[in-house]
């Protein structure tokens, strides 16, 4: 069975909601600290699945307030005090919880919220008469188990008497008292206590339901399913299943496995009674297991797949909205296809019904053209059917979930998640995936956050991957491998070959839950990330040496203090790992568990920090490794080293240059002046203004014109990271303190660009852009403007919106650079942004067509062109040579091929007919930039020797 999951849910006052999984109290404060906690309303759940809320926006009326379901209430510590009173209700697909608020812990200082619990009782009274409170607890529970349309435990049916005050609790654990009374007046409890006459039938799941809703009068095939299989319609029967119309309202309330046994029987009930040829009929009687699956699970001709794919159907429940002669207007799809649907659907159907009602109702064993287990679940399941979900699932190997997923996705988007999770054996790059396929890498990122969010919540599978993996996990001593998940669990095979495929699925579809990471060459399955690995090997290594000193640590202590760490980051498993990492280092007096540690011997990283330690200046990374390489005596990886200067707190000096905060130039008193000149500086300026060093560089020196000539944009990184008053939010980037930012918060460059032309409205000079995106956040004065998926160039330095910026249409404009890519076909060499006119309509003022230089910027985003230099533009397959002559590059072949001096006008001649245009302007500096010198006398210029 799967573990159970503390999982917190967010809801933001936009109505957003934002649910995640915690493995400790700890992070879950964390996570309520962070939030505008007026604007939010916070619920603590328990459970093995996530919760899918349905009233997220009812709910907000709970502003400022931590909810907890009544699994997170009963299983906090008791230092959490919460509401004696139910204050609100959780909707999930098909499940009821009662909401109390926590009154202590978190942060929360409340009261019992009577004001609440009168209210409620106050609005109940307007849809149940006024009660004298003189019911008993199990007639109370008896009126709500009425009034309900499907069984409700204990907590739901608490949860209700409260709501409709129909009796009053006095007990310290009313829920308790509840579950006391609701046994006693159940048919067939084992209570010695219970009552002569019972009022309640317990259903699967510790689920009630009144025996007045038990009817004995059936009919249709409800009646028929009593006479043929009267176990099924007595576990059917308590939820007040009668006929057909009671059905209609009661299938979204069922478990799954009573409803998948009754879709069947009800199936082959209706198949007779309907037209088998009529699309619509068949649908409102199929199970709903095979409405849900994917249409690549379903055996149908390859005419019929290809048809409804094209029309994005990825279910058969897609189909509901087309009517037969809606079907019959699409292409390739006459009354044959029709047919072949009908016939199609009625075998699958047949198929999941002949195996149900045999007897096979704790598993589904399906072929290669039967039904999908997984497509046969929805997300309306509720919670205790999971190991019926799980046994569906698990007959299916992982590999053929996976293709069944993309086998419903167009051939485009299959590729794209083909190609990020390594399907035909590497892992592409989104911007490897993008070339591919022909669009930017922006755009291959939404295509696999789409179809994987889709994934993730359509099907089971996903969520099975970290279940399984987690229960491999539980209580475990050794490292998994992934190359053994196979072997420790049948559902992982399959990627023999191609572990990084599976190590991308893994990954992706357990939402970051599990990671693979490779520690000294070995790809392992675990829950830590590679960074916190690393993190632990770096503190281990800097306290075992420190302990080696005092000499009080044995070989147990050492193994209890890697145990708890890996411990709280979720892997235990790693600990025989991390003895390997510190093996040849650590030097014990004997071999038991309380040997005494006398010495750290020599590492890679020991070696980094003694170079550190040891150097005169501020070293580059890769000097740092040749360094350690000397007195290891073995190569010390570049990568490494920096990845140790980093880790061990080296301060950066310039780029991939580190050293000791010693080497800082300025005087510790000079320091904390500008520090405080800069907390100044931006607490001056607007909240939540971002400032980048260089900026905060320029203002300093404009302001202190005396500060020390070493101070720059590094140095004073350094110096502000003393600074309480501010909050670092890397690369160079600086914000105050009370902004409430961190690092997620930092303006990304491109998105700040497009919203700036956005609210301009307009085309707006790069220097126009770079100082409005000053006003919220500071720049280099090194920034450098590159185009996006929606920002381009559309002249010299002049940027503006590809959908709104450039003349002409999108369909227009397309078919001017398939003739500019005929052209240079025809013509073997590039053209010249002042010449595009010549082959295609083009203008700088009318709206009607694009500029040149916006057409040839577009051309840029094309695999068929090259932009070179000087706007040339040449084809792709040319490599990076557009097979034209720039000025420059003309002037250098003219110095190789004169033999005398020359004037201006020969010169300008000659560069005109190498670069076959006119000179727009002049030469000059270009011939002075390549050494050319001017003779005043002569009025010639001299070209330098070759």
């Known amino acids: 069975m799967a573990a159970l999951k503390l999982y917190f849910a967010l809801i933001n006052e936009d109505s957003s909601l934002e649910v995640s999984v915690h493995r400790n109290l700890s992070t879950l404060r964390e996570a309520w600290q962070q939030t505008v906690q007026a604007d939010c309303v916070g619920i603590i759940h328990i459970g093995f699945i996530r919760p899918k809320i349905k009233n997220a926006t009812a709910l907000l009326k709970q502003r400022g307030k931590l909810l907890l379901s009544a699994s997170a209430k009963w299983a906090l510590p008791d230092a959490y ?43 109940c009274e307007q849809s149940h008469p006024k009660n004298d409170c003189s019911l008993t607890i199990a007639e109370a529970a008896r009126q709500v188990l009425n009034q309900a349309i499907q069984p409700l435990n204990k907590e739901e049916i608490f949860a209700r008497i409260v709501e409709q005050d129909l009796y009053r609790f006095g007990t310290k654990k009313p829920v308790s008292a509840l579950s006391e009374q609701l046994n006693l007046y159940t048919r067939n409890t084992s209570d010695s206590n219970a009552d002569a006459d019972p009022l309640f039938i317990k259903t699967e799941g510790d689920r009630f339901c009144s025996l007045d809703h038990v009817s004995s009068e059936l009919s249709g095939w409800v009646k028929h399913l009593a006479e ?14 009668t006929d057909e119309k009671s059905y209609s309202k009661l299938a979204d309330h069922l478990p799954a496995r009573l409803r998948d046994q009754l879709d069947a029987y009800r199936f082959s009930q209706l198949i007779d009674t309907v037209d088998q040829l009529a699309p619509q009929e068949l649908l409102n009687i199929l199970p709903y297991s095979l409405l849900s699956t994917n249409i690549s699970s379903i055996n149908m001709s390859v005419r019929v797949f290809n048809v409804l794919k094209a029309h994005d159907i990825a279910h058969l429940a897609d189909l509901k909205s087309y009517s037969v002669a809606k079907m019959l207007m699409w292409n390739n799809f006459g009354r044959k296809s029709v047919s072949d649907l009908c016939r199609a659907m009625i075998d699958a159907a047949e198929k999941v019904a002949a195996q149900m009602l045999n007897g096979k109702y704790n598993s589904l064993e399906v072929d290669n053209d039967g039904i999908s287990d997984t497509d046969e679940l929805k997300d309306a399941e509720i919670e205790h059917d999971e190991a019926y979900r799980m046994t569906l699932v698990s007959n299916t190997p992982l590999k053929s979930h996976f293709e069944k997923a993309l086998a419903g996705l167009r051939d485009n988007h299959r590729q794209v998640i083909e190609c990020r999770t390594g399907y035909h054996g590497t892992t592409m790059t989104l911007e490897e995936v993008g070339k591919l396929i022909g669009v930017t890498r922006e755009r291959i990122r939404q295509i696999q956050k789409k179809y994987v969010d889709r994934i993730i919540s359509t099907e089971f599978w996903d969520n099975c991957i970290a279940i399984k993996i987690g229960q491999l996990l539980i209580n475990r001593e050794t490292p998994l491998y992934i190359e053994m998940l196979e072997v420790e669990d049948p559902w992982f095979e399959g990627f023999i070959g191609n572990y990084q495929h599976l190590a991308a699925i893994i990954e992706l579809f357990s939402e970051n839950e599990i990671r693979i990471v490779k520690i000294n060459g070995a790809s392992l399955v675990t829950r830590i990330k590679l960074d916190d690995w690393e993190q632990c090997i770096s503190h281990f290594r800097k306290s075992l040496k420190d302990k080696a000193t005092e000499g009080s640590w044995t070989r147990q202590d050492i193994d209890t203090t890697f145990r708890a760490s890996l411990s709280e980051k979720g892997a235990p498993e790693l600990v025989p790992l991390m003895w390997d990492e510190f093996e040849n280092a650590l030097q014990f007096e004997g071999e038991g568990e309380d040997a005494k540690l006398l010495s750290f011997g020599v590492s890679a990283d020991s070696v980094i920090q003694a170079v550190l330690l040891q150097a005169e200046s501020p070293l580059h990374f890769t000097e740092v490794a040749a360094r350690a390489t000397k007195l290891l005596g073995k190569p010390v990886d570049e ?20 050293g000791l905060e010693k080497f800082n130039p300025i005087s510790p008193r000079m320091c904390s002046n500008i520090r405080l000149a800069v907390c100044n500086i931006l607490y001056e300026g607007p909240l939540m203004k971002q400032w980048h060093a260089n900026e905060i560089l320029g203002m300093l020196q404009a302001k202190f014109p005396s500060l020390p000539e070493e101070l720059d944009n590094y140095i004073l990184n350094i110096i502000l990271q003393e600074a309480d008053r501010l909050v670092y939010l890397n690369r160079m980037v600086w914000a105050r303190v009370d902004s409430k930012q961190d690092v997620n918060d930092r303006v990304d460059m491109a998105d700040a660009f497009t919203q700036i032309l956005e609210e301009h409205g307009g085309p707006l000079k790069g220097k126009e852009i770079k100082d409005r995106l000053a006003a919220i956040r500071g720049v280099s004065n090194k920034l450098q403007l590159q185009p996006t998926e929606r920002m381009i160039q559309i002249g010299p330095d002049f940027w503006g919106l590809v959908e709104r910026d450039i003349g002409g249409t999108p369909e227009g404009n397309a078919e001017k650079l398939n003739n500019l890519y005929q052209k240079l076909q025809e013509r073997q060499k590039g053209i010249h ?114």
């Open 639 to 658: 990568r490494r080293a920096q990845n140790s200067l980093m880790s061990q707190g080296a301060k950066l000096y310039g780029r991939g240059i580190y």
């Open 81 to 123: 005090l919460s509401s004696v009173a139910v204050i609100a209700e959780l909707k999930l697909a098909s499940q009821i919880l009662p909401l109390y608020q926590l009154l202590q812990g978190f942060g929360c200082d409340a009261v019992e919220p009577q004001a609440n619990f009168h209210a409620t009782a106050q609005l």
């Open 833 to 946: 942004v002042s010449e595009v006119w010549q082959y295609v309509s083009v203008s700088d003022s009318s709206r009607e067509h694009p500029s040149p230089y916006a057409l040839l910027n577009l051309a840029q985003r094309d695999s068929r062109f090259y932009l070179g230099r000087a706007m040339y533009l040449g084809l792709s397959e040319w490599g990076d040579d557009t097979r034209r002559l720039n000025i420059a590059q003309a002037v250098r072949k003219l110095f190789k091929k004169a033999s005398s001096p020359m004037t201006i006008a020969a010169i300008n001649a000659e560069i005109e007919d190498l670069i076959e245009m006119p000179v727009d302007g002049s030469v000059t500096n270009t011939l002075i930039n390549s050494g050319a010198t001017f003779d005043s006398a002569s009025k010639r210029w001299h070209f330098p020797k070759n």
């Open 228 to 241: 043929n299989l009267p176990e099924l319609a007595a576990a059917a029967n308590p939820f007040g299943l």
